[in-house]
């Protein structure tokens, strides 16, 4: 019997194949995540642009993908996984070789939103199709090999960007997803399983989709404008975005197989503790936007060299997310939690005293600082939420925890900019990235990192809420994608 186990826990080479195409994956959603951002000033300079306005680069792929997440998940379980797989690779693929040509602004960011396209397929599956493709023994190996690809991207992306972008061109950051994407697929094709798909007889909750689309890319517009001239449009989209909230929620009481299951928020310790996993990505979010600036435009470090600073940031969060994870499984969520969080305040505290004379190594320390934070505070969080999640509920728990977490992506890049920008004014809107005076932005991003400290402070407040409970849901977190 033992010997028959022990040989279960290893995977042959055809599981580990299936494995590996998964991995892939996660592998370009960490790369992604993390590639675009260093390359951003860089992006500006070549369209003659401001920083808000490349900041779309970012917002439109987040739009995308956070309103198609779950529209994602569903397609899976009424297609087929391997089917719908291997076309969201196909997509993205497609799209980032897009994303490499765009010969204008206008159509670099509608090649990014068909690459979103693509990723939230990639993102949504890849979880489940483990699930499904290999036996229960093999499941944590497998889906720690996923997640180790994951953090591995999300580390590599500020080096592998800030090389590309200074040996080659920004271009390449798109280029690189090529060669990935195609041995992905043709492996694919080869090794994942045909099964049949879970719920063939599914619906889509097609207008679900529409209703989140409408709210979060007016809410994403409203904010991004409302420093700009265009007051009144700003106005008009949050308002709109406020309405189709409404709409959507609505919606989703009413559809017979909604894309959400609200009756799970009615938990105050599930609805705070995801409000807390928006709320932390947030902030890494933001620090991810602006820093890019800060070192290339205010310290003018070469994009290369401000690729590796910023390596700190993922370094520190890898290193301590599997070990906040085992604390969490024998003393509870809460404290890691905590801790988590009050180490990202002072970070972000450190961080918003930064200025034009100030060390680069100080900056490093910050964002490692950040990073290990962030880790201690994210991994708990997310063994807290499935914890308390209803067995029958988990699947849409953990798409849950994966939206809030790119919501939470796309609410930090336009509060960001909007609070920089009140800051500075609205030059920082209408002015040409390169054509900033840098004492000028220090103090702007000065300003961002406090606000993006007082958030972290709430994540305190809505943690202290919650009461502490331990549960047999044992997970070390997936990294926070810091797109």
């Known amino acids: 019997m033992s010997e028959q186990s022990a040989v279960r826990q290893r995977m042959s080479p055809k599981e580990l194949l299936i494995v590996l195409v998964i991995s892939l994956g996660s592998f370009m959603s960490g790369l992604d995540a993390t590639i675009v951002n260093i390359a951003l000033p860089t992006i500006g300079k070549a369209f003659d642009v401001s920083t808000v306005t490349v900041s779309w680069v970012l917002n439109a792929y987040l739009i995308i993908l956070v309103s198609l997440l779950l529209a994602a998940s569903r397609l899976g379980d009424m297609r087929g996984y391997r089917r719908v797989f291997l076309m969201g690779f196909v997509i993205f693929t497609c799209g980032s070789a897009a994303c490499g040509i765009a010969p204008t602004l206008g159509i ?113 517009y409203g904010l991004t404008t409302l420093q700009s001239s265009s007051t009144v449009k700003a106005v008009a989209a949050l308002l709109i975005s406020f309405i189709f909230w409404g709409v959507f929620w609505v919606r989703e009481r009413r559809a017979g197989e909604p894309l959400i299951d609200l009756n799970l928020l009615s938990s105050r310790p599930f609805t705070l503790q995801n409000i807390n996993v928006m709320l932390v990505q947030l902030c890494m979010a933001g620090v991810m936007l602006l820093m890019p600036f800060y070192l290339e435009l205010v310290k003018h470090v070469p994009t290369d060299n401000a690729g590796m600073i910023l390596l700190a940031l993922p370094v520190g969060m890898i290193l301590t997310s599997p070990i906040a994870g085992r604390i969490s499984d024998v003393i509870g969520t809460k404290k890691p939690i905590l801790l988590g969080f009050a ?129 047999d849901y044992s997970t070390e977190g997936d990294p926070v994608a810091v797109y």
């Not at 949504?124 to 997640?147: D, E, H, K, P, W």
């Open 343 to 471: 180490m990202c305040v002072l970070a972000l505290f450190m961080l918003s005293t930064l200025s034009a004379e100030s060390s680069t190594g100080h900056a490093e320390i910050y964002l490692f600082l950040l990073g290990a934070g962030t880790g201690f505070a994210y991994a708990p969080l997310n063994s807290a939420v499935m914890g308390i999640s209803p067995e029958k509920s988990r699947g849409q728990a953990s798409g849950l925890i994966k939206m809030m977490t790119n919501l939470g992506s796309s609410l930090g890049v336009a509060l960001v900019m909007l609070v920089a920008t009140a800051a500075v004014g609205p030059k920082l809107a209408e002015a040409s990235v390169h054509s900033l005076d840098a004492v000028e932005l220090a103090g702007a991003f000065d300003v961002a990192f406090f606000f993006l400290t007082c958030i972290e402070v709430l994540g305190i407040i809505l943690m202290l809420a919650v009461k502490d409970v331990k549960n």
């Open 108 to 220: 670099l960011i509608a090649s990014r939103m068909a690459q979103a396209v693509g990723g939230a397929v990639i993102a949504a599956l890849g979880s489940v199709m483990v699930t499904s493709y290999l036996a229960s023994s093999l499941r944590g190996q497998a889906l720690g090999f996923v997640a180790m690809f994951t953090m591995l991207g999300a580390a590599l992306g500020p080096v592998i960007g800030g090389f590309l972008t200074s040996v080659f061109s920004w271009r390449f950051i798109f280029y690189v997803n090529l060669p990935v994407g195609i041995i992905a697929i043709i492996l694919g094709l080869y090794v994942l399983p045909r099964i049949s798909p879970a719920s063939p007889d599914s619906k889509l909750d097609a207008p679900g989709v529409l209703f989140a689309f409408i709210a979060l890319g007016t809410l994403i």
